[in-house]
């Protein structure tokens, strides 16, 4: 393109120009000049474009994992007293069975379920929250064995998941339950040495308060 603006200014130059053609080199210069523009700005559209879809994928990512953390907060009432989520004729996972059976109040389905999912899935993101609702569904119940094997299966296989501070102080309150006094609040003063700041924390200050 600048070889052809070249010729063609050079072959301009070798006759005398008219006013008209001074117009004609005026605009012809203009329109270069506006097809430069509009190819940056095609590139810098281009660029946008590609940010968008980059923090677009990000961010349904994030409100994935925040949907999950949402949920898996929930105490089993709250989940219950929740609006079921229409699958919209999707096939759900054992792990999102088992949230739906909860929120219909079917806790004995929804240990079968989650009991299928552990054992079938492949270290997935929600195994942990997994174990986490098991032992939270036996507590619940009153099975408190099953509850406290399930809460230190999570601690066990997963000790940096964010849902530990949390199920470390569910085994405190089964401790306390149980009658051990004792290992209940080394298990509550666990819980705050290690996550200070968590909300399992101010729950254990709490629980420690409730034995003095």
Sequence with gaps: MRLLSLLFFL???????????????????????????????RNEVEVLEAQVDFYQDRSDKRLDDLD?????????DDLQNSPVAPNNNQTLDNYEQAIVLIQQGRLDEALGALNVFVQSSQDSTQTPLAYFW????????????????????????YPSHW???????????????EGNLERARAQFQSVIEDFPESSAAKASRE??????
Excluded at 13 to 31: G, H, V, W
Aim: no cysteine; net charge negative.
């Design 163 to 177: 849902r530990i501070p949390l199920a470390k102080y569910k085994l405190g309150t089964i401790y306390l339950e």
């Design 68 to 76: 999950t953390k949402l949920l898996s907060l929930m105490s089993i």
């Design 134 to 157: 098991l032992g939270e569904i036996h507590l619940n119940k009153g099975n408190l064995s099953a509850a406290t094997q399930n809460f230190n299966t999570l601690l066990g296989l």
């Design 207 to 212: 629980s420690l308060s409730s034995l003095e």
């Design 11 to 41: 072959a301009l130059s070798a006759f005398p120009q008219s006013e008209s053609d001074k117009e004609f080199i005026e605009l012809y210069l203009k329109i270069q000049a506006l097809e430069k523009e509009i190819a940056l700005l």
